[in-house]
């Protein structure tokens, strides 16, 4: 994460940033997110089931994918210096596009969308993120992130 005095963030206003490193989705990831959420839809967790499939194996869940923007938006986005602590908003327009089989690699890309001070100390940034699938030409999924900045 960059940061900026909240006096320049709206700067970075259409731009897009560099994007974040590789994660690997692999069985293991997808057992532990089924486990958490008591999702264990075969497509899921059944590798031999799930090869019967026209995607050939087991797919991260949406919402796994979803849940690592948090983490792999981290290192595309920008925030306010002296900030206390950053808080998860929202999510605006979530669209899962194709799903990401075991085995691939996903990375984040982020474009700041908006910047508002909702009150004194506390900054609200919109981000259009996109989760790439390495070797796709569609992304896993689309969506406007909320994130809200308290400064100290």
């Not at 590789?22 to 090869?51: G, K, S």
């Amino acid at each position: 994460m960059q940061f900026v005095p909240k006096e320049k963030l709206e700067e970075f206003i259409g731009v897009e940033r560099e994007p974040s490193d590789w994660l690997l989705i692999d069985q293991d990831r997808i057992n532990q997110f089924a486990e958490a959420t008591l999702d264990h839809q075969f497509i899921h967790v059944d590798p031999d089931q799930a090869a019967k499939t026209p995607f050939g194996t087991t797919i991260a869940h949406g919402f796994l994918t979803l849940s690592l923007v948090t983490h792999l938006a981290t290192f595309t986005s920008v925030a306010p210096e002296g900030i206390a602590m950053a808080i998860n908003y929202g999510s605006d327009k979530v669209r899962f596009i194709s799903p990401v089989r075991c085995g691939q690699r996903i990375r984040a890309h982020s474009v700041v969308q908006s910047v508002a001070e909702k009150t004194p100390g506390q900054i609200l940034i919109k981000n259009l993120v996109t989760i790439e699938i390495e070797g796709e030409q569609k992304p896993a999924l689309v969506a406007e992130v909320l994130s809200l900045f308290i400064l100290a």
